[in-house]
Structures are given as structure tokens and as C-alpha cells.
């Protein structure tokens, strides 16, 4: 078990709990007096005057630190240590000896001891590295907890949605999590690219380095280009001093350019490079540094358009769009809208700390009625807004927007929602509704759902156009 630290006293000293702790030494005297230190400090110790004997003790009995003599007979420490490495690589061991050098302290820092000490031991400075070493212990655990929350949240099987269109990107994403390329997430605003470009990281060898987003259309060229790539100090009016950007920043992990259609000229020439050679400068400086970054972009436009306007660069086009992943909108897994309220609700009755369990019938239809053109975001926000209103124990059709309230399967509650519903809106609200119903029932095959509805083909293209509703994704 790892030692818990607590704060006690004016002095804010760090006091551990007991830890487990092995003492390995030939000289009795030495190992006597250290294992009779460490027990008044309180801590559960045991002692081996060997190198087999302490195997034996590492191998049966949980530990959270070692201390071995450099010279154990014919054996040394450094043949514990990478013994006690291989077997229970996040046991830390300190190594003793009478003799020391920079040699052999540099030879035990490398081979992967916590520490290195000299005898005589001193009775502070034992203490000392007993409470610095465990409590690294502790922080490296909780920073691994901590990942580990991390890798959870933001894991694929976290993503809610049983649409086989979500389900083929997230097969796709989990296929190509691992591999370095560069990888361009396309789609509306509000589909979750930034959920998948975290997925992807957390589910990746790149999982314990850093994930760094950028908005790149939050800001100007030039602001852009230093916040990417870093400045060096007097480079420009107001940099002081020298500032990393955060492309390293990202060095080990993944960096996610959002809104990429919106970089200047001049930032797509830098980007083509950094992204075929890993390379760039800061701005103001000569120095060329490199970045073992993944690159991950996302755009709500359509940039085979944006090249054809001259308005992207078509090299840069080229090199992102190697591994495009295509994020279906709201509207196009309408089966997707229950499971993702029924999320949200939880989430927010949470935070708000209100008894909302669910959505009443009318209010759930009119939701999955609703074209959602703010996608899974609009969607949240709904609900959030619906467990604030609500009154009750669910969220009802009276706490939804007049926009979705208008979807609702039936007239006379759109009407209740808006009194300035025309005849031809109300009329229009149950069609589009028994269409999109076929649809789904149809697994979005316009052939099937029209034979469904017992009208042709061209009539439901028609009726499609008519009430609005092209956007809707579907199979042909």
C-alpha cells in the first residue's frame, strides 16, 4: 500500500504513514541500526543479509521501497536492482555504499535507482530520502489515477450512439488511433470532431503526453502563428521575452488545430512544412526546432471548395487530408437523440444538483422531430436548459425552445408553443415527422421508406425538398 501524506503542524512538514520498506546488507551492524531507525519512524520493516534472500522477500511480500547495500559478497546492488526492475518496475531502490564515486552514482541513476547514498549514513538525511522517495511514490500514482480518469472519459466507449454512421467512425478512429498520420475531421459545427480528436489521443500509444488544442479561428495571422509556433523575446511589439509555442508544448502527444480553413496564407506555408518535416521556427528567431507531435485538424467547411477559391492551399489540402474521418450531423442519426438526452439529462441534473430523471413523451417526440442545425451542441444545450425549467421530475414539453417545441408530432402542441403557428406550419410539422420516421424505420433507404409511405421515389424527393429536410443524411 502507498504511504497517504497529510500536512501537519505550523511547519507544513510532509508526515507519511507507515511504509513497507526492505533493507539488504552483509554488515549486521548497518543493517541492525537502519532497520531500528526506520521502525521508531514507524515504518513496517524487514531486513535480508543477501542477495537471495531479498528476492525472495520482493517476490512474497508487497513493498514500497528498498535499500540495498552496493556490495552483497560476490553479488552487487545493481544486480538486485535490475533484478527487482524487471519483476516490479514501479518498486523504487536506493543503493548504499562505503565507497562512493560519480562513477558509480551516475552508473546507479541510470540503471534506475530512486537514489544513491554514502556511508556512514546519517540518520536526517535516511529520513529525508525515506519521505522524498514516497512521496514521489504517491504523486506518480495519483498522477497515473488521474490518466487513467482521463483515458476513461474521453474513451470510445464513451461516445453514445448506436447510428452504424457513428459506428463506422468510431471503428475507423480506434483502427488508426495508434498510427502517426495526420488525421482531418470533417463536419457541422457541434458534431463532436473535438470529443473525437480526444479519443483518438487517449486511446493512443501518445495517451500519457500532452493533448493541446488550438482554435484557430480565434484568433488573428499573426497571434496565430506565435501561438503555434512561439515567439523570441523583442520579435514583435510587446514580447518581452522569449515564449514556446505549442507545437512544443505537444512534443510526445497531440496537437488539435481546430478550424483550420481559417489560417492565413502565409500560416499554410509553415504549417505544410512542420506537418512533412516536423520542423519550424519561432517567430523572430533562426533556430530550427522540431516537435514529435500528431497532428489532428478539424473544419466545418468544405475545403475542396476553399481550393478551388484560392482561398486554401492546395499542397497543404493534400497532405492533411490523408486519413480524412467524416462526422455524420444530428440529424442524419435521428435514433442517436434519445440516448444523448438521456445522457445530458444525467449530466446536468448532476451538476445543478436538481431530481431530473427523464423527458415526457410529447417532449422527447418533438426533440427527435427537431433538425438539429447546431448538431450534439445544440442538442446539450437544449437539455441543460430543460433541467433548469423543469419543475418536476422530467423535463416537459413546456421547458423546450419554441424552435424544437414547433417539430412536435402534433399541430396543436407546436401551437400551444407559438400562437403565431400559420395553417400551412402546422400541417407541414406531422409530414415532416411520418417521413423522417419511415426513414428511420427504413435504415434511411429513400427506396424502402417510400415504398413505406406508398408514394414513388421522385414524390418523396419532392416532399424532402419541400419541407426542408435535404440535409438529412441517409443511404441512396
Not at 549514513?121 to 497515473?144: A, H, K
Not at 488508426?176 to 493512443?204: C, D, P
Not at 431530473?356 to 437539455?383: F, K, Q, T
Request: aromatic share 6%; proline share 4%.
Amino acid at each position: 500500500m502507498a504511504p497517504r501524506w497529510t500536512r501537519a503542524g505550523r511547519g507544513d512538514k510532509l508526515v507519511s504513514t507507515p511504509a513497507r520498506i526492505l533493507i539488504v546488507d552483509d554488515d549486521p551492524i548497518v543493517l541492525r541500526s537502519l532497520v531500528e531507525l526506520l521502525r521508531i519512524e514507524g515504518h513496517d520493516v524487514c531486513s535480508a543479509p543477501g542477495l537471495g534472500e531479498a528476492l525472495e522477500i520482493v517476490a512474497s511480500k508487497p513493498l514500497d521501497l528498498v535499500f540495498a547495500d552496493m556490495y552483497l559478497g560476490d553479488e552487487t546492488g545493481f544486480t538486485l536492482l535490475e533484478q527487482v526492475k524487471r519483476t516490479h518496475p514501479r518498486l523504487e531502490v536506493v543503493l548504499m555504499t562505503g565507497y562512493g564515486s560519480i562513477e558509480d552514482a551516475m552508473q546507479a541513476v541510470r540503471s534506475g535507482a530512486a537514489n544513491y547514498v554514502t556511508k556512514p549514513l546519517i540518520d536526517s538525511e535516511i529520513r529525508l530520502l525515506v519521505d522524498r522517495t514516497l512521496q514521489r511514490n504517491e504523486l506518480e500514482e495519483e498522477t497515473e489515477a488521474l490518466r487513467a480518469a482521463v483515458r476513461d472519459e474521453f474513451g470510445l466507449n464513451r461516445i453514445v450512439s448506436k447510428a452504424p454512421e457513428m459506428a463506422k467512425v468510431v471503428r475507423l478512429i480506434r483502427t488508426i488511433a495508434n498510427a502517426r498520420t495526420t488525421v482531418l475531421l470533417t463536419g457541422e459545427s457541434g458534431t463532436g470532431k473535438t470529443l473525437l480528436a480526444r479519443a483518438m489521443h487517449f486511446n493512443s500509444a501518445r495517451a500519457n503526453g500532452p493533448f493541446v488544442e488550438v482554435s484557430c479561428g480565434a484568433l488573428a495571422g499573426s497571434l496565430l502563428e506565435s501561438e503555434l509556433f512561439g515567439h523570441e523575446a523583442g520579435s514583435f511589439t510587446g514580447a518581452g521575452r522569449l515564449r514556446k509555442g505549442k507545437f512544443e508544448a505537444a512534443d510526445g502527444g497531440t496537437i488539435f488545430l481546430d478550424e483550420i480553413a481559417t489560417a492565413s496564407p502565409a500560416l499554410q506555408v509553415k504549417l505544410l512544412r512542420v506537418i512533412q518535416d516536423g520542423c519550424f521556427e519561432r517567430v523572430g528567431g533562426t533556430e530550427t526546432l522540431r516537435s514529435d507531435v500528431r497532428i489532428v485538424l478539424a473544419t466545418n467547411v468544405d475545403l475542396t471548395r476553399e481550393v478551388r477559391a484560392g482561398r486554401f492551399r492546395e499542397d497543404l489540402y493534400y497532405r492533411i487530408n490523408v486519413m480524412p474521418v467524416r462526422v455524420p450531423p444530428l440529424r442524419a442519426r435521428p435514433a442517436d437523440i434519445p440516448l444523448l438526452a438521456d445522457c445530458f439529462v444525467r449530466k446536468y441534473a448532476a451538476e445543478l444538483e436538481k431530481a431530473v430523471s427523464g423527458i415526457e413523451p410529447d417532449a422527447l417526440d418533438a426533440l427527435s422531430a427537431y433538425d438539429w442545425p447546431g448538431n450534439v451542441r445544440e442538442l446539450e444545450n437544449v437539455i441543460e436548459r430543460g433541467v433548469v425549467l423543469a419543475r418536476g421530475e422530467t423535463i416537459a414539453f413546456c421547458d423546450l425552445p419554441v424552435e424544437v417545441a414547433r417539430c412536435a408530432a402534433s399541430p396543436l402542441q407546436a401551437a400551444s408553443a407559438d400562437a403565431i403557428l400559420s395553417l400551412k406550419q402546422a400541417l407541414a410539422e406531422p409530414e415532416r415527422q411520418i417521413i423522417r420516421r419511415a426513414l428511420t424505420y427504413a435504415h434511411g433507404n429513400r427506396d424502402e421508406a417510400a415504398r413505406l409511405l406508398g408514394i414513388n421515389r421522385s414524390t418523396l424527393f419532392y416532399k424532402l425538398r419541400k419541407l426542408g429536410m435535404r440535409g438529412i443524411k441517409v443511404k441512396a
